[in-house]
């Protein structure tokens, strides 16, 4: 998607339009992590009684969860900025998770060969050596059935 729509609101202060246009473009890339998001909604606000005390947070609308992200800073700009690395680290997770949910393997020519797929399944798979004497030896160790029990 090349176009995300953004969404700014504010809470006890203005929103100019440097503030409006810095956001905008910190966001904007973070798209690259998620291809499929829908929305954007930033909330800026200042905390009552602190006048120096900001935060950021963010909520990326995907499809299946969305992406929550919140930073606080004593500086509008580097709480932003936070938010984008922590909105970008949770996003690369959710992509590694996907990727790893849906990965096919590469195939080769000799992976089909042997792959289960292809394997005849009407003839017993050939042992080792080695595991055809271990099999021997847990079968030659099995009790006999007493004919008692069965009566």
């Known amino acids: 998607m090349t176009h995300l729509p953004i969404h ?3 809470h006890h202060l203005s929103l100019s339009d440097s503030l409006r246009r810095f956001a905008r473009k910190k966001i904007g890339p973070v798209t690259r992590f998620a291809h499929d998001a829908i929305a954007a ?5 200042r905390h ?3 006048e120096t005390r900001f935060s950021a947070s963010a909520r990326l609308a995907l499809p299946g969860r969305d992406v929550h992200g919140r930073a606080v800073d004593r500086n509008l700009y580097v709480a932003i900025g936070k938010l984008v690395t922590r909105l970008g680290r949770l996003l690369r997770k959710r992509k590694t998770r996907l990727a790893k ?3 096919r393997p590469d195939r080769t020519e000799d992976q089909t060969e042997t792959s289960p797929e292809r394997r005849d399944l009407s003839r017993p ?3 080792l050596p080695a ?3 271990d099999l021997a030896s847990l079968v030659s160790r099995r009790r006999p059935i007493r004919q008692s029990n069965y009566r």
């Open 41 to 45: 909604e930033i909330v800026l606000r």
């Open 101 to 103: 949910r849906f990965e």
């Open 8 to 10: 700014i609101t504010t």
């Open 131 to 133: 595991q055809a004497e």
């Open 48 to 50: 009552n009684g602190a």
């Open 125 to 127: 798979p050939e042992l």
